[in-house]
């Protein structure tokens, strides 16, 4: 009989989850700290490269994160109930993933065991992007992040 238990992801519901594994579920990529336009007939999500003032750009993590939705009003706190329709999210976000059923991918920490494999797949935005204190008009900062 084996002894390995399926990781918490493939056998909790994002419900179930604990705090600290669902925090651990975020890879650090930082998209969803991004500045986003939505066509809103279409869902439609437009990203762009101006970032939250908060955001480090160097962890790709929020500085404040206890206090986030206080300073940021409009920043999502993500929960199961939010991600009963994730569009808005980025398709590489665990917790979209999860949502829609999909498998988490090779460089995503929770499988590759490195922090660091988000970098090299080049899925953080961080030093590609401007703080919002910076940016002019958001239509002149779209971006098309490959995922
Ligand atoms: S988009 Fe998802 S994985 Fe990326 S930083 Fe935000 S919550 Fe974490």
Not at 96 to 115: F, N, Q, Y
Request: aromatic share 8%; charged share 30%.
């Amino acid at each position: 009989m084996s002894s390995h238990a399926p990781p918490f992801w493939k056998h909790k519901s994002l419900g179930q989850m604990s705090s600290e594994e669902w925090e651990s579920l975020c890879d650090g990529c930082a998209k969803c700290c991004l500045y986003r336009l939505e066509d809103e007939d279409t869902q439609e999500v437009y990203f762009t490269n101006v970032h939250c003032r908060l955001l480090d750009t160097c962890t790709g993590r929020c500085t404040d994160y206890a206090n986030r939705s206080v300073r940021v009003p409009d920043c999502v706190t993500i929960t199961p109930a939010v991600l009963q329709d994730p569009y808005w999210l980025p398709r590489t976000c665990a917790y979209r993933v999860l949502a829609e059923g999909r498998e988490l991918a090779r460089w995503h920490p929770l499988i590759s065991g490195d922090p660091d494999s988000v970098v090299r797949a080049g899925l953080r935005v961080c030093d590609r992007t401007i703080c919002e204190d910076d940016a002019d008009e958001l239509e002149n900062h779209l971006v098309d992040w490959i995922e």
